[in-house]
């Protein structure tokens, strides 16, 4: 089970890109690496997914290096409402794949 | 998309009694679901992974005595707390996962908020 590392927290201003950086050193070569959202009290949203490169979606994009060892999860132009815990997730998309939760990002938009 | 549903969302029960949590895949089905539990500020942890028509499997350290766990039907899993204590008062979330074209994809339920008195 690959294991990862977030920072604890960020701040940033509305209207800033938030770049938040994971490190999944152990990271296997069927292992894909996701990206989840949680709001006090609720259950983790999805928000994006990748194996290699970048890939962009509508609120997001994901930049993984070549050596796939860490991967950067982008929000551009943040809002107050993205204030929020942000979890790295490394494992094989499969039905069965057990993921492991790590601390997580808290990041707090300022206004 | 996808929706995974809990039932209830929230309850408080007195120490002692049994608490039941229900796991919905609303859309799909799931032959897996897995369950967690989460304390104020902390991570998610990992309790169990549910599986329809077998036990369940449990991580090291969560009691599979106390924490029981049925997968009923290929939409359906739920969570019973026996003789719940305070120190359960806890978020519990479960999750499922749904296959897609990139491969499987968790989908979470929004989580059920347990009070012990």
């Known amino acids: 089970l690959a294991k990862t590392t977030q920072p604890i927290s960020m701040d940033s201003y509305e209207g800033q890109e938030v770049n938040i950086t994971c490190s999944h050193n152990?990271?296997?070569?069927?292992?894909?690496i996701t990206w989840y959202q949680q709001f006090p009290s609720q259950g983790p949203r999805f928000i994006i997914q990748?194996?290699?490169t970048k890939v962009t979606n509508e609120v997001a994009s994901l930049f993984i290096p070549a050596d796939r060892k860490s991967s950067t999860l982008s929000l551009p132009r943040v809002s107050l409402s993205d204030t929020a815990v942000y979890y790295c997730l490394v494992g094989v998309a499969s039905g069965t794949y057990k993921y492991i939760f790590g601390t997580g990002t808290r990041l707090k938009v300022l206004a | 998309g996808a929706v995974v549903s809990q039932h209830p969302s929230r309850v408080i029960c007195k120490s002692g009694t049994s608490v039941k949590i229900e796991c919905r895949s609303l859309?799909?089905?799931?032959?897996?679901m897995f369950w967690y539990r989460q304390f104020p500020k902390q991570s998610l942890m990992l309790m169990a992974t549910?599986?329809?028509?077998?036990?369940?499997?449990?991580e090291q350290g969560v009691e599979k005595d106390k924490f029981l766990i049925n997968h009923a039907s290929l939409t359906l899993s739920t969570l019973t707390v026996t003789s719940a204590h305070p120190e359960d008062s806890s978020f519990y979330i479960c999750?499922?996962?749904?296959?897609?074209?990139?491969?499987?994809?968790?989908?979470f339920g929004p989580g059920t908020r347990l009070t012990v008195t």
């Open positions: 859309d799909f089905q799931a032959t897996t």
């Open positions: 999750s499922a996962p749904r296959g897609g074209l990139a491969g499987y994809e968790q989908y």
């Open positions: 152990n990271i296997a070569t069927n292992d894909y």
């Open positions: 990748g194996y290699k």
């Open positions: 549910s599986n329809e028509g077998s036990k369940a499997t449990y």
